[in-house]
């Protein structure tokens, strides 16, 4: 099975929801990280981001089979329209479970 990783950056106001969403997904396992959001308009920014040039954000990682991206991004699309969710998606070439 190909499998993908499904990397996705969201404003903290979005976090709660889009964790929801994967929880109650088919995916299985994914991680979330508070991060730093660089390189946005700067109107979209509140003043101290501005001073700061950065963003606060939260980065998902979600390890998906390559059949399932198209289903779950078109959930995303649907349910995270206008707010500014970005993604990307690469490619894994090896993953397993230390035991």
């Known amino acids: 099975m190909s499998e993908l990783c499904l990397t996705l ?3 903290p106001a979005i ?3 889009l964790l929801d969403v994967l929880l109650m997904s088919d995916v299985k396992v994914f991680t979330s990280t508070p991060t ?3 390189g946005l308009d700067q ?3 509140d003043p101290m981001e501005q001073v700061l040039g950065r963003a606060r954000a939260t980065q998902v990682q979600a390890i998906i089979a390559a059949a399932d991206k198209e289903p779950l991004l078109e959930a995303l699309r649907r349910q995270f ?3 500014g969710l970005r993604y990307w998606v690469t ?3 090896e ?3 230390i035991e």
């Open 9 to 11: 950056l969201c404003l």
């Open 15 to 17: 976090e709660e929801k």
């Open 36 to 38: 730093a959001e660089h």
């Open 43 to 45: 109107r979209n920014l």
């Open 81 to 83: 329209s206008g707010t």
């Open 91 to 93: 490619p894994v070439i």
């Open 95 to 97: 993953a397993g479970e």
